[in-house]
């Protein structure tokens, strides 16, 4: 999303349309140095960082680009110095792949305001050649994090809210888990997607969506 031009002026519309409370990001990150300020000042609320490792080969590999996580790291730092509401990283997790660095980006981000959270490995809109061998559960990360960094269950902070929520024992912060694959949570879901081509998606697992344009 960042690299709309005038993207700014377009979050300080919409924080000006009246019922719209919350304005959130999500990005990789890379270019959050030079726009994070100006976007905390135009109304956006929330960043997520997405970084699925802090291993540069990993992390091209899963991305498939040439992305260094300490370029993200320093967009994660940027969004923390502009002081939004709450900063949040992303790790999609694949067996094989990634799941080795699930309990390395815990370490990393234990005590520093942000919320790491791990998502299993989904067939979203069937573009990620997704197979159910490559998931690793929720359960199982959590069961890797708690052998070095015991867990207690947090209470949703909102009905519907898609992950399942822990705090470190030692009160180093929280971590969070997406299990859309092992635990739906289909029956609470009130999210809806427009792409850019103004089609909208009722579920993210969606592969066709419903045209907006005619309508207007």
Known sequence: PLLRKGLPLLVSMLDKIPGIEDI????????????????????????TVSLDSLNDATLARVSGRPIKSADVLAGIEAAQDAGFDAVKVNAVVQKGVNDDDVLPLATHFRGTGVVMRFIEFMDVGTLNGWNRESVVTG??????????????????????????????????????????????????????????????????????????????
């Open 24 to 47: 959130a990001l999500t990005t990789n990150g890379l270019l959050l140095p030079q726009f994070a300020g100006e976007l905390r000042d135009a109304g956006v609320q929330r960043v």
């Open 139 to 216: 359960a199982e990360m959590v069961a890797r994090i708690a052998q070095d960094y015991p867990l207690e269950p947090v209470a949703p902070n909102y009905r519907g809210e898609v992950a399942s929520r822990y705090r470190y024992a030692d009160g180093q912060g929280e971590v969070g888990f997406i299990t859309a694959v092992s635990q739906p949570f289909c029956g609470d879901c009130s999210r809806l997607r427009v792409a850019p081509n103004g089609e909208l998606y009722t579920c993210l697992f969606g592969s066709q969506g419903h045209p907006l344009k005619p309508l207007f």
